[in-house]
T-cell receptor, first 112, second 114 residues
Framework: GEQVEQRPPHLSVREGDSAVITCTYT??????FFWYKQEPGASLQLLMK?????EINEGQGFTVLLNKKDKRLSLNLTAAHPGDSAAYFC???????????FGDGTVLTVKP | GPKVLQIPSHQIIDMGQMVTLNCDPV?????FYWYKQILGQQMEFLVN????????KSKLFKDQFSVERPDGSYFTLKIQPTALEDSAVYFC????????????FGPGTRLTVL
């Protein structure tokens, strides 16, 4: 079945720096991709969903890139601030039933 | 935004007992999911549920597990009997429809089996 590898497991940056988190997946038929943010003790909050037809997606303060050839999905926070400190998870869906396969997560710490 | 609630937030039980985890999904959502996350490990899909039926389940969804949503109330995950390896955080999610729509997650129930 689908396997998703997420790197790095921990990331510490200074405020204003960029932060990049990357996921690679194995199933070339995957077609929906998601990034979730989880603050301590809180639910997973959807940051962005990406369909396989779109390679670049921009949100508020971040960009998601999808490289289908390399089966790689990345989240780039362009100018991180302390409020971005959280765990981030990528998730991949390749079935009609909505089953998500998650990466291991990245704990991001943004220092003032 | 839409919220998924989970009750209880923590549950401690003895091995062999039965436990029911409750999920209150977003009101107009039709698809429901359970995921399991052992401390320090990946979040893993257990099962999804639509129109009163299990649509897909993983190998983690053992025979001791069952799900239901009687009369549109809570979406429940029942484990009977529990085992030590069932200790984990269980996340419920719901979506308006299927994989075309994002899943909204609850805050999780931390289950400890002693």
């Amino acid at each position: 079945g689908e396997q998703v590898e997420q790197r790095p497991p921990h990331l510490s940056v200074r405020e204003g720096d960029s932060a990049v988190i990357t996921c690679t997946y194995t199933d070339p038929n995957s077609y929906y991709f998601f990034w979730y943010k989880q603050e301590p003790g809180a639910s997973l909050q959807l940051l962005m969903k990406v369909f396989s037809s779109t390679e670049i997606n921009e949100g508020q303060g971040f960009t998601v890139l999808l490289n289908k050839k390399d089966k790689r999905l990345s989240l780039n926070l362009t100018a991180a601030h302390p409020g971005d400190s959280a765990a981030y998870f990528c998730a991949v869906s390749n079935t009609n039933t909505g089953k998500l396969t998650f990466g291991d997560g990245t704990v991001l710490t943004v220092k003032p | 935004g839409p919220k998924v609630l989970q009750i209880p937030s923590h549950q401690i039980i003895d091995m062999g007992q039965m436990v029911t985890l409750n999920c209150d999904p977003v009101s107009n959502h039709l698809y429901f999911y359970w995921y399991k996350q052992i401390l320090g490990q990946q979040m893993e899909f257990l099962v999804n549920f639509y129109n009163g039926k299990v649509m897909e389940k993983s190998k983690l969804f053992k025979d001791q597990f069952s799900v239901e949503r009687p009369d549109g109330s809570y979406f429940t995950l029942k484990i009977q009997p529990t085992a030590l390896e069932d200790s984990a955080v269980y996340f419920c999610a719901s979506s308006f429809r299927d994989s075309l729509y994002e899943q909204y997650f609850g805050p999780g129930t931390r289950l400890t089996v002693l």
